[in-house]
């Protein structure tokens, strides 16, 4: 494989090129943040290759295997989890992809990086949807289009008709963004080869779930992602999927489907969609929260009464990771009724309690308002503090490339809890992130960050980990949310309702 932008096709080439090209965003659309440019990162061309990232290098790796073929990279948009696009940013990335697709064509295959839960501000269907299907009239019916989708993504058939092949992510939290790519590539590689055109299925699955009621490590979602493989395995079979979806957004595209891609056998792909749904229908009841699971009060009291530590203590209403605002105080300010310390309250998005503590400088006592709430109920409340440190950044490059983390940032001590407070909406999913401000996690008794399960890297510190079903726009209740433009009836908010498998059939448009 090489690597290269411009156009090398002269007479007689036999090299074999694929575009790289798309954009990994998860909307919540609850959140009033929309993203923009200022929390996402855009890379062109060879900065793609420069990053460090598995859904990059799964790609990458398996396209220097196959000798002949040439990986142009074009324009990649990584976005921190939050409101949808605002629209204009949305446009200006389709239109650039498109003109980048025309001026570095012809590609004989198009990789298509996306998560799959994008929305858009006002666009008024699927943000995924609307990309892949421009891309599938720039390049034409023809060229062989690949994505490998997070779990917590969405397919329509509008979708599905653009696209060509697909993998999708089998463990949350996820560790298998590199194995998924190479999924991916390995069958655009194979139509490459071969001109044979996978057939497709698909199942909508009325079931409405957190990602936390879905995790890999237990059931049901340990037996039905576990299965998968057997599926991939039986003749016929390119690969069979089954997507969570991303339960918060009340969307007509919103919900868990069943997607199955065969060679050739149309009958064989519905059979088995029918088959996946109805085994993932069965267990419905089974989802849950089978982490420790507190509120606020409880779970704080826990954290400070255990023997050893780290404790872990997830913020899940305010899940900056699912696309909460990450502005919430609730937390913080149970902590400091209580009378905590050695404990840490990280990642609160207030740019103005920033400034102040900035104009301050470190080493300043001062006077600062907390719980002017955007995206909940506002709770402010006035305390004194210390700035304990200050920053401009949140270096924070070896752990995770995302532009919340270029916001400037305090630390301060409010009596004896520990606060960082940000000018931009951060994630904190690994110890890195801390330690960018100043903390040791694994010398602290308490963290606590926003999130809902651990990410792996804090799975493999934390000592216990706690997570509190707290308030937000990330809410682990779905019944205590409102939904009025999804499929209904739907699962759980229409209590046990009459299904089966071949309500949901649907495939390409």
């Not at 007689?12 to 659309?29: K, P």
Request: hydrophobic share 45%; with cysteine.
């Amino acid at each position: 494989m090489t690597l290269a932008v411009p156009d090398p096709r002269g007479a007689g080439s036999i090299v074999q090129r694929v575009a790289i090209l798309g954009f990994r965003h998860e909307a919540m659309i609850a959140c009033p943040f929309l993203t923009d440019p200022a929390t996402s990162n855009i890379w062109r061309g060879a900065e793609i290759l420069e990053q460090d990232l598995t859904t990059i290098t799964g790609v990458t790796d398996r396209l220097a295997e196959e000798p002949g073929v040439e990986a142009v990279p074009l324009l990649l948009v990584r976005t921190l989890p939050g409101g949808a696009f605002e629209r204009g940013f949305y446009e200006a990335i389709k239109r650039e992809s498109l003109e980048l697709l025309r001026r570095h064509g012809p590609f004989d295959g198009i990789m298509v990086l996306n998560h799959g839960a994008a929305e858009v501000d006002g666009l008024g269907v699927h943000g995924d949807t609307d990309y892949v299907v421009a891309i599938r009239a720039a390049v034409g019916p023809e060229v062989p289009i690949a994505i490998p989708f997070d779990m917590h993504g969405q397919v329509t058939p509008a979708l599905l008709e653009a696209l060509t092949v697909m993998s999708c992510l089998r463990t949350a939290p996820h560790r298998d963004n590199y194995e998924t790519s190479r999924r991916a590539t390995d069958q655009l590689l194979r139509v490459m080869r071969t001109g044979v055109r996978p057939r497709k299925a698909a199942v909508n699955i009325p079931i409405f779930v957190p990602g936390e009621k879905a995790m890999t490590a237990y059931e049901p979602a340990r037996g039905l992602f576990g299965m998968l493989p057997d599926y991939d395995a039986r003749p016929g079979v390119v690969e069979a999927h089954l997507f969570v979806g991303f339960g918060w957004n009340d969307l007509p595209w919103c919900g868990m489907k069943a997607v199955v891609l065969t060679e050739t056998d149309e009958a064989l792909g519905r059979d088995l969609a029918l088959e996946i749904a109805e085994k993932a229908w069965a267990q419905r009841h089974r989802f849950g929260l089978e982490m420790e699971t507190a509120d606020l009060r409880d779970g704080l009291l826990r954290a400070r009464d255990a023997a050893t530590g780290p404790v872990l203590l997830s913020d899940s209403g305010d899940n900056t990771t699912a696309g909460a605002g990450g502005d919430l105080t609730f937390v913080l300010q149970e902590a400091l009724d209580l009378g905590m310390d050695d404990i840490v309250v990280a990642g609160i998005f207030a740019p103005e309690i920033v400034a102040a503590c900035q104009a301050a400088g470190a080493g300043a006592d001062v006077t600062l308002e907390i719980g002017r709430h955007i995206s909940a109920e506002p709770w402010p409340r006035t305390v004194r503090a210390t700035v304990e440190a200050l920053g401009d950044r949140v270096d924070v490059r070896r752990f995770q490339n995302l532009r919340g983390s270029d916001g400037a940032w305090a630390r301060v001590r409010i009596d004896g809890v520990v606060a960082t407070f940000h000018a931009a909406r951060v994630s904190f999913t690994g110890p890195g992130h801390l330690e960018a401000v100043g903390i040791d996690p694994r010398a602290r008794k308490t963290a606590v960050v926003k999130v809902g399960y651990l990410h792996p890297q804090q799975e493999d510190m934390a000592a216990r980990h706690i997570c509190l079903i707290s308030p937000g726009v990330a809410d682990l209740d779905f019944l205590r949310l409102t939904y009025t433009h999804i499929a209904r009836p739907s699962f759980p908010m229409d209590g046990d309702m009459a299904w089966s498998a071949g309500q949901g059939l649907f495939g390409p448009a």
